[in-house]
T-cell receptor, first 110, second 114 residues
């Protein structure tokens, strides 16, 4: 089955700086890669996603890139704000089977 | 559309008791997934169900844990003879058939075993 690895496990940045979180996946058949943000005590919420036929997608301060050949994808957050502090999970979907990375705890210092 | 509904939100059980966690998928969704999240850890896949069928239970512990998604009613995750190590947040997600965009999480059930 699919195996998703995520790095780093913790990330601390100054407000206004950029944050990058990277994930790799093992199953080349995976075709959908969402990113979830989980605030303390709350459910994971979808923030951005990308499909395997697209190399990059951007939504305001958030962007995701996908390298199918290398089987890795990344989340980029620019101009970080304190409210971006949360745990971020990447995931890979193959045939209705979604597997998650272990999560990255992002802390944005004011 | 009320979203994915999980209940109870919080559940306290003594060691040895049974815990039943319920998940009602979004309207029109026929795929249900259960995940476990231990404190300070990520989401661990447990089981994937469609109506009346278990599709993938590779993440389920071999003993004490079972799941079902009957033709009528919510999906149930059942934990028998709970132990302290079962304390975790259990999240359910649902999706419509063949549609990635519909993958949505419930608010979770926080199980505490005392």
């Amino acid at each position: 089955g699919e195996n998703v690895e995520q790095h780093p496990s913790t990330l601390s940045v100054q407000e206004g700086d950029s944050a990058v979180i990277k994930c790799t996946y093992s199953d080349s058949a995976s075709n959908y890669f969402p990113w979830y943000k989980q605030e303390l005590g709350k459910r994971p919420q979808l923030i951005i996603d990308i499909r395997s036929n697209v190399g990059e997608k951007k939504d305001q301060r958030i962007a995701v890139t996908l390298n199918k050949t290398a089987k890795h994808f990344s989340l980029h957050i620019t101009e970080t704000q304190p409210e971006d502090s949360a745990v971020y999970f990447c995931a890979a979907l193959n045939n209705n089977d979604m597997r998650f990375g272990a999560g990255t705890r992002l802390t944005v210092k004011p | 559309n009320a979203g994915v509904m999980q209940n109870p939100r919080h559940l306290v059980r003594r060691r040895g008791q049974e815990a039943r966690l319920r998940c009602s998928p979004m309207k029109g969704h026929s795929h249900v997934y259960w995940y476990r999240q231990l404190p300070e850890e990520g989401l661990k896949f447990m089981v994937y169900l469609q109506k009346e069928n278990i599709i993938d239970e590779s993440g389920m512990p071999k003993e004490r844990f079972s799941a079902e998604f009957p033709k009528e009613g919510p999906s149930i995750l059942r934990i028998q003879q709970v132990v302290r190590g079962d304390s975790a947040a259990y999240f359910c997600a649902s999706s419509p058939f063949g549609n990635d965009y519909g993958y949505t999480f419930g608010s979770g059930t926080r199980l505490t075993v005392v």
